[in-house]
């Protein structure tokens, strides 16, 4: 159940951003914030602990999302939001002390995508 | 990267030290030896945008002050009204992004530099949404914000349209200072 919601959350944050971004052309800052801000208060005022990771895990995927369209497509953000989610999942008990983790998370998933776009499509030419 | 520049490894070289870090300190403890598959991002540093920025003083300064404000804001809306840190952080980088880009159609120098800032705000605000633990006192604030003014003044025109840059730079800021101030001890 959490990694499904995990999955849900990581779409949601990442392609939700770039969304916001490409569509209403807000800057990738606004996008960002205003996402995560609308996702993280009703936790807020609910009290919602047990579901206390989904406004992390959205607040995280929406910096994958903060990338341009020049460097990324939408197929892309999914992919590097997955990935974030993914490690996210596996890390999350070393994540919560110190600030920014989520953000250099972000950062590798993204920089993951860049090397493996670049390499297959070195590959495909090489064929 | 333009390589024929040598300083252009300058910024690399910083975002390489804060992912190594980050790798060791955060990701190692919990996956152990697959953490060895942190080198493919690695591999993406040839092909980022990477430009090294020349200090200037005045842009410097705003940047810390910027980094300071986003920073002071976030710890003061998690104590003063008990919120989360994921919270306060969305709730500064909101206010931060509506700083207007121009005045009336104009892009006055002064707009300019403010808005400029409004990065490093949220830069800031990522580096507040640290565990109150690491803060022993104001002085721990104050070495994290001037650490990531300088960080973010020296990033600023590398790793262009990667997201997780902002946050790099806040857990760079604070990571720098925790592993001094232990290593002190």
């Known amino acids: 159940m959490t990694a499904l919601i995990t999955i ?13 971004t490409k569509k209403l052309r807000w800057h990738p800052l ?26 992390i895990i959205v607040f995280g995927a929406s910096f994958v999302g903060m990338s341009s369209n020049k460097v990324f497509n939408k197929t892309q953000v999914i992919i590097a939001s997955l990935l974030f989610g993914g490690l996210h999942f596996l890390c999350a008990s070393n994540f919560n002390f110190i600030g920014g983790t989520l953000g250099t998370t972000a950062c590798l998933s993204c920089l993951s995508i860049i090397v493996l776009v670049n390499y297959s499509k070195e590959a495909k030419a090489n064929l | 990267m333009d390589q024929t520049n040598k300083l252009n490894y300058i910024p690399l070289l910083t ?28 591999f993406g540093y040839k092909l980022i945008p990477v ?57 006055p120098k002064t707009i300019k530099k403010i808005s400029h800032g409004k990065l490093a705000i949220y830069a800031g605000a990522f580096a507040g949404m640290t565990s109150f633990e690491y803060f022993t006192s104001v002085s721990s604030i104050i ?25 790099s730079i806040g857990f760079g800021a604070t990571i720098i200072y925790i592993s001094i101030q232990q290593f002190i001890s």
């Open chain 2, 143 to 167: 070495y994290i914000t001037i650490t990531g003014g300088i960080l973010y003044h020296l990033l600023q025109n590398s790793v262009t349209g990667i997201g997780g840059k902002l946050g």
């Open chain 2, 15 to 42: 975002i390489g030290i804060i992912h190594c870090l980050f790798l060791w300190l955060i990701i190692f403890p919990a996956i152990g030896w697959f953490t060895v598959l942190g080198i493919i991002p690695i």
């Open chain 2, 51 to 107: 430009k090294y920025t020349n200090f200037n003083f005045i842009e410097l300064f705003t940047d810390i002050i910027s980094f300071g404000l986003g920073m002071f804001l976030t710890i003061w809306v998690i104590i003063k009204f008990s919120t989360s840190s994921v919270f306060s952080a969305a709730l500064i980088g909101t206010f931060a992004a509506f700083i207007p880009n121009t005045v009336l159609g104009l892009k």
């Open chain 1, 30 to 55: 606004k996008s960002s914030a205003i996402l995560s801000l609308i996702i993280a208060t009703p936790f807020e005022i609910l009290n919602l602990d047990t579901y206390a990771y989904i406004p």
């Open chain 1, 8 to 20: 849900i959350c990581s779409i949601t944050g990442g392609l939700g951003t770039f969304l916001c």
